[in-house]
């Protein structure tokens, strides 16, 4: 496996793999799945400045999950189903960037604090970005956590399925709120673990010249 692809269990699911395949052998490509992704994260967002509406929750976790679908496919259409593109790379990371932070300012307008949402979104970002620079100076990518996407989403997922009860129940909303704080400060600490791992990868590899 590329020591730069996210690892990714869902990658070996069965049904997953097949719809993968049927892909590959159409005309769709991973750039326009990538797109996709980025698409559904809007109208999950949409949905989510809903916070009083369990349809609007319902659309929410179901346009979370397409998302990260979308995520999973677009590297398997590309790499298994040999479709690469030069610019492949830059749409698969991009579009993951806007999907988080539209989906993060949203739940923080939702819940009516835009501020935590903005801090959620920003620390998100400087996740992947402590990524790819550590690919920059010549390292492997760390995917490490504890708030990479996949955990981010899960706590989002989570956080809609809780707020529909808090709607049943006729409680005020507060599940959200609390997911946007773990998941704004758990990505703040995730920027510190990549970073210590980036420096410790770069004293190894100077190490390993030295002795050379």
Not at 118 to 134: E, K, N, P, Q
Not at 154 to 159: I, N, S
Request: with cysteine; glycine share 8%.
């Amino acid at each position: 496996m590329d020591e730069n692809r996210r690892p990714i269990k869902s990658r070996s699911n069965t049904a997953i793999v097949a719809l993968a395949k049927f892909l590959a052998g159409t005309s769709v490509t991973p750039n326009q799945i990538s797109v996709a992704s980025a698409v559904f994260a809007a109208i999950g967002a949409i949905a989510l400045l809903r916070i009083d509406s369990v349809i609007g929750m319902i659309v929410a976790i179901v346009c979370i999950q397409l998302r990260l679908l979308c995520n999973v496919i677009d590297g398997l259409v590309a790499v298994e189903g040999g479709k690469k593109s030069i610019v492949g790379a830059i749409y698969n990371e991009f579009p993951d960037r806007v999907a988080d932070s539209v989906l993060l300012v949203a739940a923080g307008y939702g819940v009516g604090l835009p501020s935590l949402g903005w801090a959620a979104a920003l620390f998100a970002a400087l996740t992947a970005y402590v990524r790819v620079f550590g690919g920059s100076v010549g390292v492997p990518q760390r995917f490490i956590g504890p708030m990479a996407k996949q955990h981010r989403m899960a706590l989002l997922t989570l956080a809609c399925v809780a707020t529909i009860i808090e709607i049943t129940l006729h409680r005020h909303p507060v599940c959200l709120i609390a997911a946007l704080f773990i998941i704004a400060a758990g990505s703040a600490l995730t920027c510190v673990t990549r970073t210590r791992a980036l420096v410790q990868d770069l004293h190894r590899i100077t190490e390993e010249k030295t002795h050379a």
